[in-house]
């Protein structure tokens, strides 16, 4: 008993930079608190004795804010931090060096008995405000990003990100060259194009830029077959789209007020009277 307390207490340590002494921790922690209730309570689940099990444990969440079902199954070393909000339910399993922020629901997408709650790897960590939810497993290694909404299985080692949960895949390095590149060319900081920005919609700017590439590789091909057929000279990508703009309908507008056709030009072009 006293080894697993050392190691939840050193556990802490690795992952809080605010963990000042052991005193302190185990003083002050809530998550350290609901976890050692848990595995008292989870020894009375297990022996029949479960009515005292769900008072223990609602004791607990009266103190922490974590609720913690007597029938969950709990890896070595978890480390929940702050704490206030986490549900997890009866039938979720939590492998060993996960890591839990505030606001988790491991929680049920049915009213049927049986197994209704997801199983998490090791070494899982599961960001603010997420939710994993339903018999789903979550893979040894993977990162559930803060308010997910997580409702299908997670491979190991994948980081999970949006609403509902989208699995953020690693891009091959030339993939990332050439999209950087094209948004340089189109001057677009494409934050998608970074590694820093894993989420659904950098997914979606990504694929914009690869059709912008795919678009213009098209082009150059037909550029230079009508160049070498000599009906017209082969053309080059604009170094700088920023000089471009185009006047809204309003400013267009006749005098009866009605918008007219817009007409691009360029901003050093000095309009006619």
């Not at 505030?102 to 049915?110: A, E, F, N, Q």
């Not at 997910?148 to 299985?153: F, L, P, R």
């Not at 953020?168 to 970074?194: K, N, Q």
């Amino acid at each position: 008993m006293f080894d697993r307390l050392r190691e939840d207490i050193a556990s802490v340590f690795e992952r809080d930079p605010a963990a000042r002494t052991r005193f302190e921790v185990l003083t002050t922690y809530p998550g350290l608190h609901a976890v050692l209730v848990h595995r008292l309570t989870h020894w009375l689940w297990l022996r029949k004795l479960k009515w005292l099990a769900r008072v223990l444990s609602n004791v607990a969440r009266l103190f922490t804010g974590i609720e913690i079902h007597p029938g969950a199954d709990l890896g070595r070393r978890l480390f929940i931090d702050h704490g206030m909000g986490v549900v997890i339910g009866e039938t979720a399993v939590i492998g060993d060096d996960c890591t839990l922020y505030h606001g988790v629901t491991l929680g049920g997408t049915s009213w049927q008995k049986g197994k209704r709650h997801p199983s998490l790897g090791r070494d899982v960590v599961v960001g603010a405000g997420a939710k994993v939810l339903g018999p789903i497993v979550i893979g040894d290694g993977a990162r559930i990003g803060s308010n997910a909404v997580v409702v299908k299985t997670v491979p190991p080692g994948a980081t999970v990100v949006g609403i509902p949960g989208r699995v953020i895949e690693c891009e091959r390095d030339a993939e990332r060259r050439r999209r950087a590149d094209t948004a340089a060319r189109i001057g677009f900081d494409a934050y998608g194009a970074t590694l820093d920005a894993p989420d659904p919609v950098a997914n979606a700017i990504n694929r914009m830029l690869d059709h912008i590439h795919h678009m213009d590789q098209r082009l150059e091909a037909m550029s230079r077959a009508l160049e070498a057929r000599g009906i017209m000279e082969h053309f080059d990508h604009d170094a700088d789209l920023d000089g471009g703009v185009i006047d809204s309908p309003a400013a267009l507008g006749g005098s009866d007020g009605q918008p007219g056709a817009p007409t691009p030009r360029t901003s050093s072009r000095t309009p006619g009277p």
